[in-house]
């Protein structure tokens, strides 16, 4: 079986990431290979996890004041160059254009709530969880969901809730939001996508 290529754009430490490359050394992730991690920061941990497990990695900065589409060509270039057949967002902090979306295949994006609560532009990293601590909500979760021009407005793929427990924090909740949803959801649908984009292919 023709593995599927994927390219994982991150930003930060990278947690997710280490969850995919746990998931493909333990077999969770069977037909999917990672081609390239890209980071838009070049001191993000993530990439030192892709090196550390030979993954190619790419690092493209917008310089101030550069127009996007001149940073988005430069992301695209990348993504062609590796082949990639999925592109993963996992704690990618930048909103993508439609040109730039429609130009690429299928992506997908882990956030870290219950879409369509706390979500959309402005609501990333601790803010999402600050927010569903200040709403009072007793249940949480992540979602994964293919990416389109709205901000975490695609069709959901999969989504997993995780309880808010009496004495939360933003940190707290960020955490079990990880350990519960996040490190075994994104996982499992990229292993799903990748199901879909096989069976497209032997149509
Ligand atoms: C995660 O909470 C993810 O849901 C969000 O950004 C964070 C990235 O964390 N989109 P990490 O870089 O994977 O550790």
Sequence with gaps: ?????IAVLVSGGGTNLQALIDAKKSGKIRDGEFVLVLSDK????????AKENGIPTAVV???????????????????????AELIVLAGFMRI?????????PPIINIHPSLIPAFCGAG????????????????????????????PD?????LQKA??????????????????EAEWKLLPEAVEKVIGIIQKERNE
Excluded: W
């Design 96 to 104: 993508l254009s439609e040109d730039f979306i429609k130009a690429c």
């Design 1 to 5: 079986m023709v593995k599927t290529k």
């Design 123 to 150: 609501f990333y990293g601790l803010r999402v969880h600050e927010a569903a601590l200040e709403y009072g909500v007793k249940v949480t979760g992540a979602t994964v969901h293919f990416v389109n021009e709205i």
């Design 162 to 179: 995780v309880d808010v427990l009496e004495g939360d924090t933003p940190q707290t909740l960020q955490r079990r939001v990880m350990e």
């Design 42 to 49: 070049p001191e993000a941990y993530a990439l030192t996890r």
């Design 153 to 157: 407005g695609g069709k959901i793929i």
């Design 61 to 83: 900065q917008r310089k101030k004041g550069e127009a996007r589409e001149i940073f988005e060509q430069a992301v695209l270039a990348e993504l062609r160059e590796s082949g």
